[in-house]
């Protein structure tokens, strides 16, 4: 079992931004490939960004790329999301999840582990 926290959320005007933490518990000897996803009220939980099990690998909705970063700090068993330039339309419940496949997944059923979530709100 693989416990994760997020944290890092919060309020910040269009333009700001605001760096996600999840930090993990637990089976983390186990190697893990990191996702963010998020999720508006009244939609459905779409993909942010993933980092491979290495770590030199990321992907990221074309929405984010550019303004958002995954990274990961495996002393610290810690994975970040920097998000810069954010907008409004980034508001929502952010997860991190952690999945043991190899790869970028993208799908929230490729992942076995979420964390509880942290709301980011943007105004305009």
């Known amino acids: 079992q693989v416990q994760l926290v997020e944290s890092g959320g919060g309020l910040v005007q269009a333009g700001g931004s605001l760096r996600l933490s999840c930090a993990a518990s637990?089976?983390?000897?186990?190697?893990?490939?990191m996702g963010w996803f998020r999720q508006a009220p009244g939609k459905e939980r779409e993909f942010v960004a993933a980092i491979s099990r290495s770590g030199p690998l990321t992907k990221y909705t074309d929405s984010v790329n550019g303004r958002f970063t995954i990274s990961g700090d495996s002393a610290k068993n810690t994975a970040y999301l920097q998000m810069n330039s954010l907008k409004p339309e980034d508001t929502a419940v952010y997860y991190c999840a952690a999945s043991p496949l190899s790869g970028l997944p993208m799908r929230p059923s490729s992942y076995d582990y979420w964390g509880q979530g942290t709301q980011v709100t943007v105004s305009s």
């Open positions: 637990g089976r983390t000897s186990s190697r893990y490939s």
